[in-house]
């Protein structure tokens, strides 16, 4: 097989994960974290975690999030139909509260966050947190009610990162191993997804490169309008007048 068809092979299936799962949880939390972080996420609002997600053990976090999240997308079926919308609101209400955005924001500045301001960083992140809530509500539009298979429970005494794993049940199909990288907050005792890992694929990094390249040509301020100009969008099925919905994650300017 050609390098060429294995790229597109991988990409192929980074799409079906992130029509499956992607409404789950997105990267954050990284080892950019630091002083810079706290002081440049001022504007950001804060929610409070579900109390009923157990965030001291990882394997209860990503499987409790995922059980809630569409427990709620069942219970607001018509709701949603009527007005695809109130999908922003189940993202920001039952994932955002278990991603640290914050961290997953400065992830994506990277190596360009000396070339950024104070201000320029307070601006961005909670346009980014709003970003990534309509690109999952977007995606969480496609969802069909495929099964997913979480791994046994494994000891995670004196760990402060590990991967969850999980597997995607697609009928007719291959199907697609998942791992959601989680990390423990020492401060609070609890812990966080970060990143996912579909087949070898990270989102965390895909997003970091495509952004990432956007800041270095034209700067954070541009993108963050750019950014804003997506999180914006009305969410729309796919099966509506509109055929020619924007799923995908990728930025076009």
Do not use: C
């Amino acid at each position: 097989m050609s390098n060429k068809v294995m790229i597109i092979n991988k990409r192929n299936v980074f799409i079906k994960v992130i029509v499956s799962l992607a409404v789950y949880f997105s990267s954050s939390h990284m080892v950019m974290a630091n002083n810079a972080v706290q002081d440049s996420s001022e504007k950001t609002t804060k929610i409070a975690a579900p109390t009923a997600v157990d965030q001291t053990n990882p394997y209860s976090m990503i499987k409790g999030a995922a059980e809630q999240t569409f427990a709620r997308f069942a219970r607001e079926k018509d709701t949603i139909k009527a007005n695809p919308n109130v999908l922003k609101d189940i993202v920001r209400e039952e994932l955002m509260p278990y991603v640290n955005y914050k961290y997953s924001a400065f992830k994506v500045i990277g190596k360009y966050l000396s070339q950024t301001t104070d201000e320029e960083r307070r601006d961005f992140v909670p346009v980014f947190y709003e970003y990534l809530i309509t690109s999952y509500a977007q995606v969480f539009t496609l969802y069909d009610n495929q099964e997913l298979q979480f791994e046994p429970e494994k000891s995670f005494d004196d760990r402060r990162i590990i991967a969850v794993n999980t597997r995607i049940i697609m009928p007719g199909s291959d199907n697609i191993d998942v791992a959601f990288k989680v990390r423990l907050d020492k401060k609070t005792e609890q812990w966080q997804a970060f990143d996912m890992v579909a087949e070898g694929i990270s989102l965390l990094d895909s997003k970091q490169a495509e952004l990432g390249s956007i800041i270095r040509q034209k700067g954070l301020p541009y993108v963050t309008e750019l950014l804003k100009n997506k999180s914006t969008r009305d969410i729309v099925f796919k099966n509506d007048d509109n055929n020619n919905v924007d799923t995908s994650f990728e930025i076009t300017e």
